[in-house]
């Protein structure tokens, strides 16, 4: 994950990565080693400053999303 993140992060110049549904739900347990794996990743300068987070909406994270993303569609 901590890769995929980095790999990311790397491409779209992201100062943060959200992680939602239930695994956010983890809480320390995925987010401690996550961060720590992040470190070794993201060796690029700019990427020093990426923030990983739970996402704020937890398990409806996705729905509301798809929902934004219909929305946007119609327009």
Do not use: W
């Amino acid at each position: 994950l901590a890769a995929g993140i980095a790999a990311t992060a790397t491409l779209a110049d992201l100062d943060i990565a959200v992680v939602g549904g239930g695994v956010a739900g983890a809480g320390d347990v995925l987010f401690d080693p996550l961060r720590r794996s992040l470190r070794e990743y993201a060796t690029l300068s700019y990427l020093r400053r990426l923030t990983v987070a739970p996402a704020v909406m937890g398990t409806d994270a996705g729905l509301v999303g798809a929902a934004a993303a219909a929305i946007a569609l119609r327009s």
